[in-house]
């Protein structure tokens, strides 16, 4: 079974860096895309960031510039750098991965989450 574990999260000062990590282990053959998203209080959760196997990468509007995505495939990881964080992305981050898993012995399609880390920007 694939699972995914996040650590990284914390609280932060508006304005501060913080930098999120998702290592995924199981009997993987391969990781497809991986992407970091985000649940405020009250909202739906939405994408902030993806990365494909080839490196292509995808911002939300809100954290172009801001945020950066890159992934380490011999370990597995995804990262999530935060720069110039602001109150709005307080949230609760999570990572989700997708590719192709040996399960019960036969290979399958996985898409999985992590459990979430909380992220907290004071004003």
């Known amino acids: 079974q694939v699972q995914l574990a996040e650590s990284g999260g914390g609280l932060v000062q508006a304005g501060g860096p913080l930098r999120l990590s998702c290592a995924a282990s199981?009997?993987?053959?391969?990781?497809?895309?991986m992407g970091w998203y985000r649940q405020a209080p009250g909202k739906q959760r939405e994408l902030v960031a993806s990365?494909?196997?080839?490196?292509?990468?995808n911002y939300a509007d809100s954290v172009k510039g801001r945020f950066t995505i890159s992934r380490d495939n011999a370990k597995k990881t995804v990262y999530l750098q935060m720069n110039s964080l602001k109150p709005e992305d307080t949230a609760v981050y999570y990572c989700?991965?997708?590719?192709?898993?040996?399960?019960?012995?036969?290979?399958?399609?996985?898409?999985?989450w992590g459990q979430g880390t909380q992220v907290t920007v004071s004003s």
């Open positions: 989700n991965a997708e590719g192709l898993a040996y399960q019960g012995g036969v290979l399958r399609n996985y898409d999985v």
């Open positions: 199981g009997s993987i053959l391969s990781i497809n895309a």
């Open positions: 990365i494909t196997s080839s490196s292509s990468t």
